[in-house]
T-cell receptor
Framework: DAMVIQNPRYQVTQFGKPVTLSCSQTLNHNVMYWYQQKSSQAPKLLFHYYDKDFNNEADTPDNFQSRRPNTSFCFLDIRSPGLGDAAMYLC??????????????FGAGSRLTVL | GQNIDQPTEMTATEGAIVQINCTYQTSGFNGLFWYQQHAGEAPTFLSYNVLDGLEEKGRFSSFLSRSKGYSYLLLKELQMKDSASYLCAVSDSNYQLIWGAGTKLIIKP
């Protein structure tokens, strides 16, 4: 089945210790997104890629970086996690952008705990 | 600013009908989405409305009124597995998704 796979599902790190979360997709979608979602809150867009074009949301902290080495893979790096970065990180894909009917397919998420 | 409003939590009984409302104020409109999100899991797509009216998909229906900035998700014949959060999201003039915080639906036997 075509899908979006995130690893790890659960990540525990110490305050300030770098973390990398990965996302892979077999849907051959052009667009990949990273969202941060805290409990009972709306998902917050951190970055998105259209093919290899990188788009950084204006209010995404510099502590967050992303890489997309090829169409299938995308990484989220948190350089120095703080307690406020504890959240679910959701990777999503879509076939295209610039259209209203742009359905997102999400991975299962990576839950980050910061001690 | 752009804003999506949904009730924080609703409770309904198994077998009943529930309506979850969503109002929005966005810069432009290119469609409204409903996603279902079970606790600790990722959102999954339920419906998309871009024209006024009702879209029906089995037990779930979604309604849109663009002039009122209003949508609702209607769930019929509620089952325990419908216990989840329901997220409303609007595609704005730049095709960016503006998300609501979600409505947590609790189903009681």
């Amino acid at each position: 089945d075509a899908m979006v796979i995130q690893n790890p599902r659960y990540q525990v790190t110490q305050f300030g210790k770098p973390v990398t979360l990965s996302c892979s997709q077999t849907l051959n979608h052009n667009v990949m997104y990273w969202y941060q979602q805290k409990s009972s809150q709306a998902p917050k867009l951190l970055f998105h890629y259209y093919d290899k074009d990188f788009n950084n949301e204006a209010d995404t902290p510099d502590n967050f970086q992303s890489r997309r080495p090829n169409t299938s893979f995308c990484f989220l790096d948190i350089r120095s996690p703080g307690l406020g970065d504890a959240a679910m990180y959701l990777c999503a894909t879509s076939a295209r952008q610039g259209t209203g009917a742009n359905v997102l397919t999400f991975g299962a998420g990576s839950r980050l705990t910061v001690l | 600013g752009q804003n999506i409003d949904q009730p924080t939590e609703m409770t309904a009984t198994e077998g009943a009908i529930v309506q979850i409302n969503c109002t929005y104020q966005t810069s432009g409109f290119n469609g409204l989405f409903w996603y279902q999100q079970h606790a600790g899991e990722a959102p999954t797509f339920l419906s998309y409305n871009v024209l006024d009216g009702l879209e029906e998909k089995g037990r779930f229906s979604s309604f849109l009124s663009r002039s009122k900035g209003y949508s609702y998700l209607l769930l019929k014949e509620l089952q325990m597995k419908d216990s989840a959060s329901y997220l409303c999201a609007v595609s704005d003039s730049n095709y960016q998704l503006i998300w609501g915080a979600g409505t947590k639906l609790i189903i009681k036997p």
